[in-house]
């Protein structure tokens, strides 16, 4: 089964494929990890995407190449 990345609204990086729930709401978390327990077919999905975006994004290549640039702007 896929893993479900949660994360609370407002958080610093919008990342594809993740679940937001609101801020200092347990009972929302709750009910969005039982919601995703209960379907692993959607969860692989999700997964899926989450992962893509990370390595697309936040790979250590991208980060050094985004280093670099900024450093070459200096």
Not at 1 to 29: K, M, Q, Y
Not at 34 to 56: D, G, K, P
């Amino acid at each position: 089964a896929g893993v479900v990345t949660v994360v609370a609204e407002g958080s610093w990086h919008d990342i594809a494929g993740a679940v937001r729930v609101p801020n200092r709401d347990p009972d929302a978390l709750a009910q969005s990890l039982r919601f995703h327990v209960e379907r692993s077919r959607e969860n692989e999905a999700l997964s899926r995407s989450a992962r893509v975006a990370i390595a697309s994004e936040w790979s250590w290549e991208v980060r050094a190449a985004e280093l670099e640039r900024l450093y070459s702007e200096l």
